[in-house]
């Protein structure tokens, strides 16, 4: 079809862009700050081995957020919620804003080019009255946000393959405690990956290419399938049912935006990976993987969303469907069979994403265990002698998700709202230093070889503004009227968070966690 034509010769394009060199004189400006970089930038000796390259550092970047994946886990919800304009134009309103907080990302870490991210950028460019508690903040706040969306990831996993197993058997009743063994089965198999450091960049890079192989095949079959039986384009374009109960119908539709705002979650990931690459190119590559993952994200996550409406013929059967794209892919392909393979290739994808973010989220740990940050950072520091890996913060961190999972056999709602959390505590910590970079950008800034300038600028601004919109609308109830069932629990979640801190830093993080800029 003409659509899938532009696609790809749209994907490699961005390819080839991703390929080229920055500017000699960045590429120069890298190196030369290389032979100038101190303690004050990196830690004195780097523990982890440098397994990673370009290709590996894209792959754990995109392989987490695989955003093609995400939004199409919300498919049924969306459409229930006004239509399919929800993800289409919500892809856009997201796409846009998280590329801004991927320019201002790419400013910091090649500035300060660090493991610890976000809280280490805090800590150099906080007024020295408040570096020490805004620092800490950051660091738990950071934290918290990767392992919520860890969870969200296993979350979503779970219901695929239970879904899988009722395509099968259609008597088959799912159980709330089904989804929690589920999980807990995922959450632990998966997590072994992340204790062979020499292979897991092979890991991740293959993830990369079964996400790309597995959205080229399910959207082209599903389009193929489905010629001469498509959808209608104002279903997909324009049609809008507010079934919300929120009269206001701009207010309805900007809290649906959670599903295509939750599919850019977790852009921080390649900050984390300074020590798997090294400064010299962390310096450089890793703004660009964080900015190609945002252009390849939405790029997929838009045609896909597009090529998938068209291909749901039976619209009341996807919104109540446990899983939505395995009803439209069996709509589209009339077999059961069928259905199963393209579902067993998502699937995967999710599979390499849930390895990534594993990944993700023992680095944070173990960045933040260095700085005393958390409790028992004496053990969470520690490297495994053989595997060059953050053993330790990678189980206590895959124990914390099985924490979480737990909560899911109390309540739906409240384990929905600790999913939902992790997209604004991960932009939280995202723009405390971004508000702190706005102070000195104008005046002397020594920054890194990616600077965008008055560019920069603007997008430093849209990405605290951006954190603020979320906060507020995401923590809108989804429907009216509110009943104990439906209300949406995410403001409670930050309560909770917030007290977590507080009790943290008067415990143990008022005198023990290391606020030295030269760490």
Not at 114 to 130: D, K
Not at 323 to 348: D, G, H
Not at 353 to 371: D, E, F, P, Y
Not at 460 to 482: A, D, E, G, K, Q
Request: hydrophobic share 50%; glycine share 6%; charged share 10%.
């Amino acid at each position: 079809t003409s659509l899938s034509k532009i696609f790809l010769t749209s994907l490699s394009i961005f390819f080839s862009l991703i390929n080229l060199k920055m500017d000699t004189k960045y590429e120069n400006k890298a190196e030369s700050l290389e032979h100038s970089v101190d303690s004050k930038e990196s830690q004195a000796e780097p523990s982890l081995e440098k397994n990673f390259g370009w290709w590996s550092l894209f792959a754990v970047s995109f392989s987490l957020t695989c955003s093609w994946v995400g939004v199409s886990a919300s498919f049924g919800t969306s459409i229930g919620s006004g239509g399919a304009i929800i993800i289409i134009y919500g892809l856009i309103i997201a796409g846009f804003f998280s590329l801004c907080v991927a320019v201002t990302l790419g400013e910091l870490i090649s500035a300060y080019t660090n493991p610890a991210g976000q809280y280490y950028w805090t800590l150099q460019l906080a007024p020295e009255r408040y570096r020490k508690i805004l620092a800490f903040i950051t660091a738990l706040f950071s934290y918290f946000g990767c392992v919520f969306t860890c969870a969200s990831v296993s979350s979503s996993l779970a219901n695929s393959i239970l879904s899988l197993y009722v395509l099968n058997n259609p008597s088959f009743e799912i159980k709330r405690w089904h989804s929690f063994v589920t999980f807990e089965a995922i959450n632990l198999a998966l997590s072994v990956f992340n204790i062979w450091g020499r292979y897991l960049p092979h890991i991740v890079t293959s993830g990369l290419w079964i996400s790309l192989i597995g959205f080229v095949v399910t959207m082209i079959t599903c389009l193929a399938c489905s010629s001469g039986r498509y959808n209608l384009g104002n279903f997909v374009f324009s049609d809008y049912t507010n079934i919300t109960g929120w009269n206001n119908k701009a207010l309805s539709f900007i809290i649906g935006l959670i599903s295509p705002i939750w599919c850019f979650a977790g852009l921080d990931s390649a900050v984390h990976m300074v020590d798997d690459l090294g400064v010299k190119a962390g310096k450089v590559l890793i703004p660009r993987a964080v900015i190609c993952t945002v252009a390849l994200g939405f790029l997929t996550a838009f045609a896909y969303s597009v090529a998938i409406f068209f291909c749901a013929t039976d619209v009341s059967e996807v919104v109540e469907s446990t899983l939505p794209l395995l009803t439209i892919f069996y709509q589209s392909t009339k077999n059961k069979s069928a259905a199963i393979f393209l579902e067993v290739l998502t699937i995967l994808t999710g599979i390499v994403c849930n390895i990534s973010a594993h990944a993700w989220q023992a680095r944070v740990c173990w960045t933040l265990a260095g700085s005393e940050a958390l409790p028992g950072s004496k053990y969470l520091k520690q490297i495994h002698p053989r595997t060059k890996l953050p053993v330790n913060a990678h189980f206590f961190s895959t124990f914390l998700v099985a924490i979480i999972g737990c909560i899911y056999v109390g309540s739906t709602t409240a384990f929905n709202a600790i999913i939902t959390a992790c997209i604004c505590l991960l932009l939280i910590s995202y723009s405390i230093p971004a508000i702190l970079l706005l102070r000195v950008r104008n005046k002397g800034f020594a920054h890194g070889p990616f600077w965008c300038g008055k560019l920069g600028y603007i997008t430093n601004i849209l990405t605290i503004l951006w954190t603020i919109f979320c906060l507020v609308f995401l923590s809108f109830p989804y429907v009216r009227p509110v009943t104990n069932t439906n209300m949406n629990y995410v403001s409670a979640v930050y309560g909770g968070v917030i007290l977590a801190v507080i009790i943290c830093w008067f415990l143990y993080g008022k005198a023990k966690f290391i606020a030295n800029k030269t760490e």
